[in-house]
Structure formats: C-alpha cells, structure tokens
C-alpha cells in the first residue's frame, strides 16, 4: 500500500509559478513510477506529467511541456511538480499517482493504482 498526499496548491495570477509536492509513505519509493494528473471542473482527469522511478525519464503532457516540471527526491519520497508561466486554463485539482514498476511511463490514469487527495490550483486572469 502507498499513501499519497499533495500539498502546494493555491491561487496565483497568470504568468505566475507554484511548485507542488507529493509526499509518498508505504513502500520502497523509488520503486514506483509517479505522475501528476489534473482535473478542471465538468472535464475528464487528465494527464500531466510522469517521473520514473530512478529519475532517468520524464513526459509531459503538450499543453505544459515547457513551463512545467517533474522531479523526485527518492530520498525524501517526494515528488514535485514545478509550475511556471501558468494560465488560467491550468486552473484544476492537481493529483499525485504512483504505480509499481519502471518499465514504461504511462499516461493513462488507469494504469495508475495509488491517488493523493488533490490540490487545488486557481490561476486568475
């Protein structure tokens, strides 16, 4: 089992930057591949951003490729997500998810079994 709880949201004009963290207990850390989805109201959840384990991969959604960044600490068993130039469009529920294993850096959020408990992120215009 993995507990999984994000924290760094909040509400910031456009252009502006926010970094969330996932903090991960429960398991080897570095064992798990993790992501970062999101979930504006009315939409289907999407998916973001995506770290393997050994912090050797990243992938990005198109629509925040360039201004956002995923990294991990395996030390800390912290993820982060580093979120810069934001856009109203980028207002959601931002959620953390792991999933054991490294072979492949999957963006479907049903491949993913371990969900944090969301963070909201409001940009104004």
């Known amino acids: 089992q993995v507990q999984l709880v994000e924290s760094g949201g909040g509400l910031v004009q456009a252009g502006g930057s926010l970094r969330l963290s996932c903090a991960a207990s429960g398991d080897t850390f570095s064992s798990y591949t993790m992501g970062w989805f999101r979930q504006a109201p009315g939409k289907e959840r999407e998916f973001v951003a995506v770290i393997s384990g050994r912090v050797t991969s990243t992938r990005y959604a198109d629509s925040v490729k360039g201004r956002f960044t995923i990294s991990r600490d395996n030390a800390k068993n912290t993820v982060y997500l580093q979120m810069n130039s934001l856009k109203p469009e980028d207002t959601a529920v931002y959620y953390c998810?792991?999933?054991?294993?490294?072979?492949?850096?999957?963006?479907?959020?049903?491949?993913?079994?371990?969900w944090g408990q969301g963070t909201q992120v409001t940009v104004s215009s």
């Open positions: 998810a792991s999933r054991y294993g490294n072979s492949y850096l999957y963006t479907g959020k049903d491949n993913y079994a371990y």
